[in-house]
């Protein structure tokens, strides 16, 4: 029971940054009918400014959680500036076009690639803990910083369903959703509430990657291990669709945690694989997706 | 006396000619090409043997270059990007051999990316300098290629023997390695190491090269219980994360990391839970025993890169030097000449000693340079050298 405890804490500890990443995929996806592999690098951008600008602020004198906090600030700032920028000269053009889209997307991951390798280094980079010390949780140990990390992806899960459910921005992004002829000819502007879309989602990624970088290892390739995983959540949970993504998050943190308890790290992941080849099978447009 | 002003012009330019002709004869350029990771948890070693590399190279040009047949060579360093796997090391040698029309392979790293390499290097007659792990990649089959750093069969004996003298009591390990070449070839010769060595195998298993959750590979190991983990060819950034969630867990036994080869990434992810750690194939200059060199290059490095440099990287310093001495003892740069000299001739190492090339008892032909394996721990924070064994 003790080692269940422990795992299912993992899992959710997991799977709430899984969330995050997967909520921004779907995010673009319901609105821009677009699949996004740049997502990553957005959420990579974030981590190492992080992971660049924390302790020179924390030797500047600022107390760890002030040098945290500013840090994550201007991370976010840049890695919305990279989102928008990524927008405005490229998918603004690509928008429902999933080809043309799918092509820019890799022609970008390779430009950004290189980006950062050519600004950070390729050398990883260490964040030191902002919240030092563990908690017993029914048994499981779980560190503060985890914690932490948790309640954001739950507040930003909760911020965003609420935002969808009962505010203009949320219905209109879930009209264009549905169907964004119909909903520009009520009066919705496609074009700005596309835009507030992927700035959600780059929003969503960036705050991934600044609560990340004190639990994982920052270097430029970090997103591509959460993109990959972020994708198949919300394939598995229904492309578009946000409970799908809160879902598969958890559905994929948990196959990967127990998978790689009782078997191996390996097969863990290729049981991950292979629950996306029996969803496509037996339910091609995901769990709650609709397609 | 326009004209004779004219001749006087048009001598000159001839003589200048001829100096930048001359001048150009003799900066004949060797080309070393480097197939490494440059990016991701292993990109210290590439960015670090493109760094010792470059040098080599240099301190070479400076000291007068290479002799050979009247003629004086220089290196020229050459780094593409192997992301650590094969695909990527397919298309480096590609770059290599067949666009930049490399003869000699000053270093590559990674034994699935350098298997690639050697595939491609051997039809082509190309030298190839490796630190891969893999004991496949050697033997008389592959008369090109040598090994520039120690391996699992000249470290894994004395590095595990040396542990287990140290902590008799302990009794079980739990291994893990990356799911590739290196891993596999890794994890098969230390899990009979350890068998020799009294110590029992409690499991062995492997993960994929690029995971940043290491939380459920961390419960397993620490459900086993062992006395010993033994993380083997694991990167040190990947490991310093798995003994900082293993610390979380509240795990206390032997840390070791096979192919651990610096304190700075270990610490980078792992904070702490770095403390204690045993390596392989660590260096530090922090010591008595540095020469001046070795600390000025070494201070190069950390401005440079960040990070002190390692064994992976010494490798890449080690490789110019051997091929300089070979060139210059064969005459030739033809790669088959100097690959036929190369097991006779030594050379100074970067580890400040005149060393050559063995393994002939174990790999069937001396490819293998006689290094000293420097058995290092993680204490204060520290990279500290507590053993120097002689293979």
Known sequence: MQTFIQLSATALQIGAV?????????LIFGVMRIVNFVHGHIFSVAALVVAYLLPALATGGLSAPAAYVLASLVAITAALSVGALLYIFGFRYFQRDLVG?????????????????????????GVPEIFPGRVSIGGAQVTVQRLFLCAV????????????GHSRLGKALRAVSYDHEAAMMVGVPYARIAFFGFMIASLLAAIAGALLAPVTIVSPVIGTDYLI???????????GSVPGAILGSIFVASIETFGSYYLDSSYATLAIFGLVIIVLLFCPKGVLGRG | MMMKGQSKSGAAVLALAGLIAGAAQAEEVIKLGLSVPLSGAAAVWGKGAEFLCNTAAREIREGGGVSVGGEIYNFECLSYDNKYNAAEGTKVAQALLNREGVKFIGGSVGTAPVQALQALAERQDALVFTVAWGASIKGVDHPMTFTQMNTPGEILPLLIAYIAKQYPEAKSVAMLNPNDATGKETEAL??????????????SDFYERGTTEFQPIAARLESLKPAIIDLGATPPADAGAIFKELDVL??????VVEVGTGADGLKATGGDAAEGVYMGAGVTFDGDNATD?????????????????????????????????????????????????LPQVSFKSFYGEEVGFYGKELYGRNQQMRLPIIVTKVIGGKLVEVARLTP
């Open chain 1, 18 to 26: 899984y969330v995050l990443f997967s909520l921004g995929l779907t």
């Open chain 1, 101 to 125: 889209s799918f092509i820019l997307s890799i022609g970008l991951v390779l430009l950004l690639d290189g980006v950062l390798l050519h600004v950070f280094g390729g050398a990883v980079r």
């Open chain 1, 153 to 164: 992806a739950v507040l930003m899960a909760v911020s965003l369903y609420l935002t969808l």
């Open chain 1, 229 to 239: 995983k972020g994708f198949i959540a919300v394939i598995i949970g229904g492309l």
């Open chain 2, 190 to 203: 230390a899990g009979d190491v350890w068998g020799r060595n009294g110590v029992e195998i409690a499991a």
């Open chain 2, 250 to 255: 509240g795990w206390k036994g032997v840390k």
């Open chain 2, 293 to 341: 060199h070795q600390k000025a290059v070494n201070e190069q490095a950390k401005a440079q890169l960040g990070e002190s440099l390692n064994a992976v990287q010494i490798g890449f310093y080690d490789s110019v030097y051997a091929l300089k001495a070979a060139m210059e003892k064969a005459d030739s740069v033809d790669p088959k000449t100097v690959a036929d000299v």
